[in-house]
């Protein structure tokens, strides 16, 4: 900032000693040269913007639920799904979660991605043969080689509270 002052005041000075100096002709030029930058600088609009509001149908229990952070399109998921899960617990329990449940880390839950809430899921590890039954209620996990968050219950029922992450399938539940 400072320095910018500093500037300022050394382009003002010899902006007049220009017009002292038998050079007017330069200084009126450089003058006309920077106020015409100044007023081609863009500053916030005045007018607002109208807004298109249109309601949405409701989503179909088939159609994948837009992710409650991200302003992009989810990409429909495909089960089933193989891939690493992980499991989230007591940090966020008691807090509301994307679908605006309040998470349970007692109750069989996950987070996906884009799958719909309220989908049951089959999630079977596959280190182990054990499977839970899952219901989505949350958006996650936003680690790149994650496909699923589990709720602390549906961990323990997985045999993967130790490790923490383990490789696992995704199926639709049958009871769906």
Not at 12 to 37: D, Y
Not at 45 to 54: D, F, H, L, R, Y
Not at 60 to 85: H, I, R
Request: net charge positive; charged share 20%; proline share 7%.
């Amino acid at each position: 900032m400072q320095m910018a002052n500093v500037f300022s005041f050394s382009l003002l000075r010899f902006v007049v000693h220009g017009f002292s100096e038998r050079r007017p002709l330069f200084a009126i030029c450089l003058c006309l040269l920077l106020s015409q930058g100044c007023a081609m600088l863009k500053g916030p609009s005045k007018t607002a913007v109208p807004t298109e509001t249109t309601t949405q149908p409701a989503p179909s229990p088939l159609a994948p639920a837009q992710p409650a952070d991200k302003k992009s399109a989810p990409v429909e998921a495909k089960l089933p799904q193989t891939g690493e899960a992980s499991w989230y617990g007591a940090k966020h329990q008691g807090k509301q979660t994307a679908s605006g449940t309040t998470f349970d880390q007692t109750r069989l839950t996950a987070a996906h991605p884009s799958l719909p809430f309220g989908s049951k899921i089959k999630v079977t590890n596959l280190s182990n043969g054990k499977s839970v039954e899952v219901e989505i209620i949350d958006r996650g996990p936003f680690a790149e080689n994650r496909i699923i968050d589990l709720s602390q219950a549906a961990a323990k029922a997985l045999g993967m509270i130790e490790s923490g992450t383990t490789t696992v399938r995704l199926e639709l539940s049958s009871s769906q």
